[in-house]
């Protein structure tokens, strides 16, 4: 069966840098595109853009370019979000999906930025 | 971008009543490439509908979805208690983008 298991919650400070990791299974990773998805607290979902896990090509979404980078290692079927810089309201969930597959989303993972 | 606009915030209904939720959109939207989900707590959004009117697997028949160009409804024909929660709205014509949500709360 499809799963898509994420690396666990983090809290890092102001400045710093944080990667999650999505791992892929039960289907060929290779396949289908990975989404990612952010949600603050009390907030709706926000589309972060995707990554073609051909070609390794990354799409960012208005409002996620430059500090947020998408990557692969498709050697063990896992997307990868690193954000840099790290600020207060970067504090949220953030869900990879394998949207074109079918409704596959992570487990979330929560990021909390706090001094 | 296309921007999608909910409507209401939040509806407070009996079990046994019909929900009506509204998504509006900023511009026309392609193919009727919008979707429906609903959250609760600590879970990932859940999809009920695709398409605009096309129910996902496993979701019941009380659910439905209509619309085309700029406005689209989620009804709920008949609240169960597990269908309250936010229900979100998703364009994927143009990018993809999601509603700010509408709760679904008990009067």
């Known amino acids: 069966q499809v799963q898509l298991v994420q690396s666990g919650s983090e809290l890092q400070k102001p400045g710093a840098s944080v990667k999650v990791s999505c791992k892929a299974s039960g289907y060929t990773f290779t396949g289908y595109a990975m989404h990612w998805v952010r949600q603050a607290p009390g907030q709706g979902p926000e589309y972060m853009g995707w990554?073609?896990?051909?070609?390794?090509?990354?799409t960012y979404a208005q409002g996620f370019t430059g500090r947020f980078v998408f990557s692969l290692d498709t050697s063990v079927s896992t997307a990868y979000l690193q954000i840099s810089s790290l600020k207060a309201e970067d504090s949220a969930v953030y869900y990879c999906a394998a949207f074109d597959l079918g409704d596959y989303w992570g487990q979330g993972t929560l990021v909390t930025v706090s001094s | 971008e296309i921007v999608l606009t909910q409507s209401p915030g939040t509806l407070s209904l009996s079990p046994g009543e019909r929900a009506t939720l509204s998504c509006r959109a900023s511009?026309?939207?392609?193919?009727?490439?919008l979707a429906w989900h609903q959250q609760k707590p600590g879970q990932a959004p859940r999809l009920l509908i695709y398409g605009a009117s096309n129910r996902a697997t496993g979701i019941p028949d009380r659910f439905s979805g209509s619309g085309s160009g700029t406005d689209f409804t989620l009804t709920i024909s008949r609240l169960e208690p597990e269908d309250f929660a936010v229900y979100y709205c998703?364009?994927?014509?143009?990018?993809?983008?999601f509603g700010q949500g509408t709760k679904v709360e008990i009067k």
């Open positions: 998703q364009q994927y014509g143009n990018s993809r983008t």
């Open positions: 990554i073609n896990t051909n070609t390794g090509n990354p």
């Open positions: 511009q026309s939207v392609s193919g009727s490439s």
